[in-house]
């Protein structure tokens, strides 16, 4: 059996980022990737002026003190250019920025992009995802048309995230919550929120809440917290 891969740090943030709510959190992972440049996936907001994404992500990351570069990923065609995967392969600090998760998983699902995400992550570095991004890592994926599920990626399997947690419309989050497969965790995240998984375990940053629903139970964390029950 060959040596168990090593893995890196998986930032599930519910929406709201850039911001200074997500400031701290932001800045301690880009001291645990050792990344000079953070590598921008703008591909959610396709359709919703993508420019203006790798813009702020740009700004942002210039006041932490390092470059934010956006790669031109906005459909399968460019998920699947072996020269923009290669970039991703060698990244140790990648983020997902929010939009539709829906096109999100048409572009990344079963791509050349993809799997050099997940050779990233599993080979040490920071994969970060906000709104859309955190729904698709994960499976079962809320589905935005309604509150149900449908199939995400699985980076994270057995969990599934909500995010705007508390701002969202009641009934969508009720229908989540109901909706349930037995096996998961809802994990509802606030904007400005991170649950994040670390070689050594899950923990809570950010400004909001981290709830979890799953098993009858519903536990609420806060930055600092160590949430129980959550996948490996």
């Known amino acids: 059996m060959g040596a168990r891969r090593s ?24 001291g645990r990737s050792g990344a000079d440049e953070v590598l921008i996936l703008p591909t959610a907001a396709a359709f919703e002026h993508a420019d203006r994404v790798g813009d702020r992500a740009e700004a942002y990351f210039r006041e932490l003190g390092t470059k934010a570069r956006t790669l031109p990923v906005l459909h399968r065609t460019e998920a699947d250019d072996h020269a923009i995967a290669k970039q991703v392969r060698s990244a140790k600090f990648v983020y997902i920025a929010d939009g539709s998760p829906l096109h999100l998983r048409s572009v990344l699902k079963e791509s050349a992009l993809f799997e050099a995400l997940l050779a990233a ?16 890592l994960c499976d079962p994926m809320v589905d935005p048309r309604g509150g149900a599920y449908t199939v995400g990626l699985g980076v994270v399997k057995n969990l599934a995230v909500f ?36 070689p050594d375990g899950w923990t809570v940053a950010g400004a909001g809440t981290v709830t979890l629903y799953g098993a009858g139970a519903t536990t609420i964390y806060t930055a600092g917290d160590v949430p129980d029950g959550l996948p490996d």
């Open 121 to 136: 992550y599993h080979g040490g570095a920071v994969l970060a995802a906000s709104g859309a991004g955190a729904t698709l």
């Open 163 to 198: 995010p705007y947690h508390g701002t969202a419309a009641t009934h969508l989050r009720d229908r989540s919550i109901d909706l349930l497969p037995r096996n998961a965790v809802l994990a509802g995240i606030d904007e400005a929120t991170a649950l994040v998984k670390r």
């Open 7 to 30: 893995t890196g740090s998986l930032a599930l943030v519910g929406g709201g980022e850039w911001g200074p709510g997500a400031r701290d959190f932001d800045a301690d992972l880009l």
